[in-house]
């Protein structure tokens, strides 16, 4: 059996993102992959009727354009073309004006009233120093290379989003515009550290538009196959790893799945107690999907929504929080918070014309079977009155649909476990590199790693950073130390 430096078990971006700086080093290495195409959390396919493109996991990207290491490959010479919305975020409200978010700072904190000089101040200087805060945040915890601007974020980051959105921002629809954020981290929002992802998601916002991706989310998987491919990799799908047995021999192996299956396969060789570590590991909420093939655009009441990639359906700070707390809990609610994608007004390639797509998921009780259909086109009603009319047809995804999917995505939960304060730093385990196992040539890259979820490929590049530090004794600088050269 043919021997490789490396082998890489799942084609998601963060197994991909490993596989391609494994390469970089010129390493032999393979990819394996369950599926018959590569993806992940990143395929695009027909789910509705024949023209209509739908993402089925992953749908608009700000971690993607913004990610340290993806930023610096070159993805776009190998067909990746980003498209770009006018404004990121438009977040809905009840009889009156939707709140918008935008990269223009100035625009934004105009329709937040007594809210615009705090949102200007503290989102301005985040914005501004994003790219340090993002390199700082996006790994395991350790010493920061910009420890003033992650102190300024981190010091409104560990709060409830709850408690920040109360303190700091004193009208509805600044509060509302960051609720829909905060909604990201799939936490009730009286947790610590709840508060993290939507100051994140809002900094990215003045940074870049939300963008997709030209012709469908797959396009970013394709483009970094190809890459991975012109650096000499091998990739092999429809290959299931069931067992360590069917792996074939190599230095080092990295696991893009989340805990459980590295314990089912790698079982025999990890200690008890750390495999026992792994089957505690906690995957929080699960999602319910609709996609929708359209008539036309969403009719919403307030028509610059029409201009946002998402859409942050909930209504006030109090809804969302409510349905949150509910969904983790195990109850669902008949007005949850609902995320909605338009990526066919950004991109027309994804239905036939004058038709559209619509993508939209709630947050649910982990491994949940309930129908959420009319929860959730409901709330479109709400603030697009006629919507139902426009509708052609619609595929649903349930919790199982998506585990069935991608077994990294246990009960549905397709951001690769809870970020909760037990689990923000520590994930899969609490190990000093969260990426290393206590076998030297076995490592997990997947999103239940740090940073967590999202299409950015870190988790993968720092797995396969440590794998050659630790088993290849290869000391070199980041790509992005490079790229300023």
């Not at 590199?433 to 988790?459: F, L, Q």
């Amino acid at each position: 059996m043919e021997k490789y430096d490396a082998v890489i078990i799942g084609s998601g971006p963060n197994g991909l993102a490993a596989a391609i700086e494994m390469a970089r080093h010129e390493l032999k290495v393979l990819v394996l992959e369950m599926a018959d195409e590569i993806g992940g959390g990143t395929r695009t396919t027909e789910l509705t009727l024949p023209g209509f493109k739908h993402d089925f996991c992953s749908a608009v990207h700000p971690t993607g354009i913004l990610s340290p290491y993806l930023k610096e490959l070159p993805l776009e010479q190998h067909g990746l073309k980003w498209l770009y919305p006018e404004l990121s975020v438009a977040h809905p409200l009840d009889d009156e004006p939707a709140v918008l978010l935008g990269k223009n700072l100035e625009e934004t904190a105009a329709g937040l009233g007594k809210d615009a000089a705090y949102w200007k101040s503290l989102y301005g200087y985040l914005s501004k120093n994003g790219e340090g805060i993002l390199r700082d945040s996006f790994k395991a915890l350790g010493i920061p290379q910009h420890p003033i601007s992650l102190a300024r974020f981190g010091l409104n980051a560990f709060l409830p989003a709850n408690t920040y959105a109360k303190l700091v921002l004193k009208e509805k629809r600044s509060r509302a515009l960051f609720a829909g954020c905060a909604a990201h981290s799939l936490l009730p929002f009286d947790f610590l550290f709840s508060s993290a992802l939507g100051i994140m998601f809002a900094m990215t916002a003045h940074m870049v538009d939300w963008p997709v991706a030209e012709g469908g989310s797959h396009s970013i998987s394709k483009a970094m196959v190809s890459y991975f491919k012109e650096l000499g990799g091998e990739i092999r799908t429809g290959t299931k790893i069931e067992n360590w047995k069917e792996l074939p021999p190599a230095k080092a192996y990295l696991f893009n799945t989340d805990p459980y299956q590295l314990a089912d396969i790698a079982e025999d060789h990890l200690p008890k107690g750390y495999v026992k570590r792994l089957r505690k590991y906690n995957f929080g909420m699960g999602s319910f999907k609709l996609d929708w093939a359209l008539d036309g655009p969403i009719p919403w009441k307030d028509p610059n929504c029409l201009k946002a990639s998402t859409v942050h359906i909930g209504g006030t700070l109090e809804e969302i929080a409510y349905g949150e707390k509910m969904a983790w809990q195990g109850k669902h609610v008949d007005k949850p918070y609902v995320l909605l994608c338009q990526q066919s007004q950004i991109d027309p390639s994804r239905a036939p014309q004058g038709k559209h797509t619509g993508y939209a998921y709630m947050h649910v009780p982990q491994g949940s079977d309930k129908d959420c259909t009319e929860i959730i086109e409901n709330q479109v009603e709400r603030f697009a009155p006629g919507f139902k009319d426009i509708i052609l047809a619609r595929h649903k995804t349930f919790a199982s649909d998506f585990y069935q999917y991608n077994p990294n995505y246990f009960g549905g939960a397709i951001a690769g476990g809870a970020a909760n304060i037990s689990q923000l730093f520590t994930r899969p385990v609490a190990r000093t590199n969260p990426y290393s196992t206590p076998n030297s040539s076995i490592y997990i890259c997947s999103a239940s790693t740090p940073p967590g979820g999202g299409v950015h490929g870190m988790c993968g590049y720092w797995a396969a950073r440590s794998a050659l530090k630790k088993q290849f004794n290869t000391k070199t600088k980041h790509i992005w130390d490079h790229s300023k050269e």
